[in-house]
DNA sequence: AAGAGGTTCAACCGCAGCTGA
DNA sequence: TTCAGCTGCGGTTGAACCTCT
């Protein structure tokens, strides 16, 4: 497909100041070529100075667009395609700390883009919270990302043998990260909200809940980005009753995943979580009524 | 086979912050 | 101190692709 020149936005919009600078500036999809002219201007001359990038290297493109094209795209370290486990817990994890904040994010993750993370949030984590029909950063969702969702991505790295079967499929083979602490960071995240998991998950089936759990969720942190999430005693209490006296488990009407509190096709929306395992395993009965509680815990 | 509707993701935009003159 | 230019960020858009009927 042919790139527009000045045909991709508005006709009416104000020329930007790196614009001005460039006659017949090209929008839209970067050709071959392009991607030829500028990955070898950045291999001669390095990259940054965009706006003298795209002038030099012959580009009739913006600065700005050259660094999006580059840094998303060229750049020898960029890794695209499937998000791993390991991966998709680093970044539920990480957005309940950071919010919004992409760049934030990507930054522990090496080779993904802030772009790709926002894309793969706003496609495959909304898109959840859509389907169970609250806000993405409604306390239930939170929650119940935080007490079914990453204790289940926790459990399927634990429970696959070979590490390498959670690394994305499509990974450049021109990675080289230098930095070895960046390399292992999302082992780390996983092992160590692995930890504080089951150190919470003993507690709270006791005795309520664990402020040292995702603190930054529970509300017990100052810096914590969303007012309205509320301490994890509330939920807790709600499990207990449910669990130990107020119809627990063993008295779980199956009839509740048909209820309404959930689409028919509950089960098939997670989907994209197992990484192609049936969801059968994945979200079974119990999770599902285990989502179910909390938002009815959660409605009184 | 074809069209409709849904999903994905590359690329754009506006804005804010930084820097140097 | 001010201002212009540059960079980076987050939100949004729309073409391409996929799935369903």
């Given amino acids: 497909m042919e790139a527009n020149v000045r045909g991709f936005g508005s006709a009416n919009q104000q020329l930007s100041d790196d614009e001005m600078m460039i006659t017949d500036v090209r929008k839209g999809p970067w050709t071959l070529e392009e991607d030829s002219l500028l990955m070898n201007y950045v291999a001669i001359h390095g990259d940054g100075r965009w706006n003298s990038v795209a002038r030099c290297a012959g580009l009739k493109r913006t600065g700005k667009s050259c660094r999006l094209r580059w ?139 664990d402020p040292n759990f995702m603190p930054e969720l529970s509300g017990a942190s100052s810096d914590s980005l969303d007012p309205q999430v509320s301490p994890g005693s509330d939920l807790t209490d709600c499990y207990n009753y449910n669990l130990h006296g107020g119809g627990g488990a063993n008295n779980m009407d199956n009839s509740q995943t048909g209820s309404g509190l959930y689409p028919d096709n509950f089960n098939d929306s997670w989907n994209w979580l197992g990484g192609g395992d049936s969801l059968d395993n994945m979200w079974n009965d119990e999770n599902i009524w285990f989502l179910q509680q909390q938002l009815l815990c959660d409605d009184i």
């Fill in 71 to 209: 840094l998303n795209y060229l750049r020898p370290d960029v890794r695209r395609g499937n998000i791993s486990l390991q991966e998709q817990l680093t970044i539920l994890e990480l957005h309940s700390r950071f919010g919004n904040r992409w760049s934030k994010i990507a930054q522990h993750l090496p080779g993904r883009t802030d772009n790709e993370i926002k894309n793969y949030w706003r496609t495959r984590v909304q898109k959840q919270a859509k389907q169970l029909k609250c806000d993405v950063n409604s306390k239930q969702f939170r929650d119940a990302m935080r007490y079914v969702w990453i204790p289940r991505l926790l459990e399927r790295i634990r429970a696959t043998p070979d590490s390498s079967a959670v690394q994305p499929l499509s990974v450049s083979t021109t990675n080289s990260y230098t930095d070895s602490s960046s390399n292992n960071h999302n082992t780390d995240i996983a092992s160590s909200t692995s930890q504080v998991y089951h150190h919470h998950h003993s507690r709270m089936t006791e005795s309520g809940s």
